[in-house]
């Protein structure tokens, strides 16, 4: 038997560019006669009701694909690095001027999925966090930037909002009635290679385990030394549905069309699917976006204990039916649980007349519930069962609000600045004479850098306006409006061309 290590978990955000390489195989295909089918064969045939079954499985996966999948989006994450290099690849259509001060983005991502007409998109925060600017693409080819609502690094979930219409979104189900054997999808946006070729893919399996404690996000925050690793909730839903790099932050969906959990992490040597894929459950994820939308941040109950797992050992010793629940090993201070009469080696067994059968469920049990609510706990304290209600308190945790997000703007709008291109910017940028306007600076994220255009492109028309100089640029510029698309050709300093077709942020 191979045992997965906690090293061997890995989220599933992808940085680009990701290029794939692969051998082509081909095999030799011999034409055959068919022989005569024997009774026995005939008999082997599929009876039609299995067929039947099989053929509407089939075409309920079908259904559910083209249903969902236009809510789910890829979402591209920019970081600015600093670097010497050229504001393009040497094997470029297209040259710049070298700036030993340019930045620019490096970028990475995963995927989401759209829960509300109104724009709010869920995911991980690992595909986030730390992003200068986020862009959100949709499988209708469609783009938006995005801001950041929330983020909660305790559960690694992140609420997303765009401003668009005609938005296509899911209905978030209950992960508590998933079963284990039950069908679902996993849904995601790897976007390999050149094209994103592979975007937007859909894999099917069944639901392998419930309640997997992976350790991965209280390990993270552990190795960052934050102190909200103390507050880590890790109750997994374990799939076999393949789920792969670019894949974090996609729905894991039930054969009723409902996301029952956040793909987020798998289980591997090798970083790629061994059939062992872990979602957060809907309904904690629910709970955090709930909070985000309606407080800010993050609002943790708590019950002030500091538990573990039960043993065959403490089955034993305290006289437990089975070996569930949790055991009691110390309390924090002020601890709503203390106060209620909770003691050293108290098992929990349920709470709220839920059953309690580990640490991971446990915490999740609690974070659905509200700060100030009194709950009903049973415990087992050396064989004799007791019941307490205890009000729980508001854990304070590291920041969760609002993630300040780059909306670079411009001269314009779009992120640039121009000027004429006078006997001094010629030589600085290789022309072979001065006249015209020429782009001097542009802003990273901007609508203009995400467009191709780069400081040294001379100006050659707007809107198939000719252009004479910088005030005839700023003259057209300062008079489009938002959502106005704005046609620039330009040209560098080789008398080579390029259409940039750019919308007014």
């Known amino acids: 038997m191979v045992r997965m290590t906690p090293q061997g978990v890995k989220k599933l955000g992808v940085v680009s560019a990701v290029f794939l390489a692969g051998a082509v195989m081909t095999a030799g295909y011999q034409r055959a006669h068919a022989p ?24 309920a996966f079908v259904s559910i694909s083209e249903n969902v999948t236009p809510a789910v989006v890829r979402i591209q994450a920019e970081q600015t690095v600093q670097d010497r290099a050229k504001r393009f690849p040497s094997n470029s259509e297209y040259s710049a001027p070298d700036d030993d001060n340019h930045q620019f983005p490096q970028i990475a991502g995963g995927s989401g999925f759209v829960v509300s007409p109104d724009g709010y998109i869920l995911t991980n925060n690992h595909v986030i966090e730390g992003a200068d600017k ?25 609420l997303l ?69 103390q507050f880590a909730i890790e109750d ?17 969906v039930n054969l009723h069309g409902e996301v029952i959990g956040i793909n987020t992490a798998i289980a591997s040597t090798t970083g790629y699917s061994e059939g062992y894929g872990f979602a957060i459950p809907a309904n904690l994820a629910r709970r955090v976006m709930k909070d985000l939308v ?11 204990i500091s538990i573990v797992d039960v043993t065959k050992e403490d089955a034993d010793l305290y006289k437990l039916p089975r070996i569930a629940g949790v055991l009691v090993e110390d ?31 446990l915490q999740r049990m609690v974070a659905q519930r509200d700060p100030g609510e009194v709950v009903d706990v049973d415990v087992i304290r050396f064989g004799v069962q007791h019941r307490f209600q205890i009000r729980l308190t508001q854990a304070s945790i590291p920041d969760s609000a609002p993630q300040p997000v780059a909306r670079p703007s411009g001269e314009h709008g779009l992120g640039i600045e121009v000027a004429d291109l006078t006997a001094q910017l010629a ?79």
């Open 236 to 252: 997994f839903i374990q799939t076999d549905a393949v789920i792969n790099p670019g894949n974090s932050g996609g729905p894991l």
């Open 294 to 304: 309606e407080h800010g941040h993050v609002r943790r109950p708590l019950l002030g």
């Open 36 to 59: 005569a089918v024997s009774l026995a064969a005939a008999q082997a045939m599929p009876r039609p009701l299995t067929v039947r079954q099989a053929s509407q499985t089939s075409d």
């Open 134 to 158: 986020i862009t959100v693409m949709m499988v209708d080819k469609r783009s938006f930037n995005a801001s950041v609502v929330g983020r909660d690094l305790t559960t690694d979930v992140a």
């Open 427 to 505: 030589s600085k940028y290789r022309f072979d004479r001065a006249g015209g306007a020429v782009v001097t600076k542009v802003l990273p994220f901007s609508a203009a850098d995400d467009k191709r255009v780069a400081p040294g492109f001379k100006i050659l028309s707007i809107n198939r306006k000719p252009i004479t100089g910088s005030a005839d640029a700023r003259g057209i510029l300062n008079a489009a409006h938002s959502g106005e698309i704005i046609s620039l050709l330009l040209s560098d300093a080789t008398g080579r061309t390029l259409i940039s077709n750019i919308r007014v942020p």
């Open 331 to 361: 309390f924090a201070a002020d601890s709503p649980a203390r106060r209620a009469g909770l003691d050293r080696n108290d098992v929990i067994i349920s709470i709220g007349g839920t059953r309690v059968e580990s640490v991971g469920q």
């Open 161 to 229: 909002k765009i401003e668009g219409t005609n938005l296509k979104y899911m209905k978030l189900g209950d992960s508590d009635e998933a079963k284990v054997g039950e069908w679902v999808l996993a849904i995601g946006n790897p976007g390999f290679g050149d094209a994103n070729t592979l975007d937007f893919t859909v894999t099917g399996g069944i639901i392998s385990a419930k309640g997997r404690p992976l350790r991965i996000i209280a390990r993270e925050l552990r190795d960052a030394r934050n102190p909200a690793e």
